[in-house]
């Protein structure tokens, strides 16, 4: 096979990202179009930018390695992110763009007072390292089915382009690479891959196992495990940084609802092709010893041009969700710890952010570790008392009682995650003790 087609085309992808970041950046003419493209995007931009932001390494690489060794199941890490997408979008997503604020923790900190602002702030820039990391291992999976380099080289090239045009660009060019990236995404993975690997595996599809094909529980993954799963993905796209930077990018509140729960539907979409290509990959390649080159792999054998195109469009899923991570932690960084609405402090903390991303991804290695980090501490930490914070006048949640859930929340599924035998189950036992302050802190009305 002629490798260097495929080579051809993955490099070509990434000039091109390149170059639109550089054009993008005439554009911005103010800090608030460096980090909300002047309030401007309409719903069709929204949907693509939130769709290619949510369908990144855990959408795809995560979820594709897990349902090839513990089968179907393991279609919970996609349909949490796609069902919080929509319930974001009906519930939540006009409150977002309302606000008319720029950050996730300036929402917060609207809630809230100072001292729960900046511990968010905090949480959320920590979280933000361990998924723009995700993704970087994401795109280092992908590559090194394609190139013989080392693997370290191959992830402190990918740091340096995902660096590069997040910096260059701002949100403009986070979201028009989205719009191309999103259409990229679809024509690749659900119009291309899924439809050829489908068709290869399908004379062999009788000899998947039972435990492959079992839905919604196995014996591999059970109600517990599958339900973790479920609210780890699930909590995140209901409150997440750099879901709400689009949602405040968004023109008016019925924009921002629209976007959301369209970019839901997508993501479960994504979710059906990712599946049938790991189940593809399961039939045709069977004895991976590492599950997480099952997909890229499968992809790789198809005719260069095609295994090109593909690949191309798996990059440009990671590529799109880190420059919204990177932008997203950039932008809390000077708005909510530094409290100055600067462009550069906010590139300084993307290069900063970057950089330690990279050191945790060669720190961490196993992709699914960095995962299970990134979204435990999170959804346990920061998801309820933001929530409550919405429905404040109903749910009487005070400052303190916000604190301690995001103190408590956090800190007991590091506990859980690092240090115990349930570790599966670390998300569940975080929700538990991030919702017990929520409870017990009230307003009391007299």
Partial sequence: MDFS??????FTYLVIVTIIGLVSSRLIKSSKGFFLADRSIGWLALTATITATTVG???????????????????????????????LGIFL????????????????????????????AILIIITEIAWVSLLIQASGLILSVVVNFDYTIILFIITIVYILYTILGGQYAVIYTDFIQFFIMII???????????????????????????????????????????????????????????????KDEKTAKKGAIFSGIFKLIFAL?????????????????????????AVFNLSPIFSGLILASFISVMVSSADSCLLSAGTILSVDIFKKESINISRLGILFIGFLAFLLAIFLGDILKTLQLAYTVFTAGLTL????????????????????SLIFGGSASIIVLYFSSFGDYAVLVGIIFSLIPLLVFREVKR
């Fill in 188 to 250: 690749g993975i659900c119009f291309i891959a899924a439809p050829l690997l489908l068709l290869e595996a399908l004379p062999n599809f009788d000899k998947l196992s039972s435990i492959s094909v079992a839905f919604p529980f196995s014996s591999e993954i059970g109600i517990l495990t599958a339900g973790s799963i479920f609210f780890m993905m699930f909590m995140p796209h209901i409150v997440g940084p750099d879901i709400y930077s689009k949602l405040l990018s968004a």
């Fill in 57 to 87: 390494g855990s959408a795809t690489i995560v979820a594709g390695g897990r349902i090839y060794a513990q089968g179907l199941p393991a279609l919970w890490y996609d349909i949490g992110g796609g069902l919080g997408l929509i319930i």
């Fill in 93 to 120: 997503a006009n409150k977002v763009r309302k606000s008319g604020l720029i950050t996730l923790p300036d929402i917060t900190g609207s809630f809230f007072d100072d001292k729960v602002r900046f511990c968010s």
């Fill in 5 to 10: 087609i495929t080579l051809i085309i993955i």
């Fill in 273 to 297: 092709g990712i599946a049938l290509i790991a189940l593809s990959a399961l039939i045709l390649y069977p004895d991976l010893s590492n599950p997480y080159i099952a997909i890229p792999t």
């Fill in 385 to 404: 008392p933001i929530i409550f914070g919405f429905y404040k006048n109903k749910t009487h949640v005070t400052s303190k009682g916000a604190l301690l």
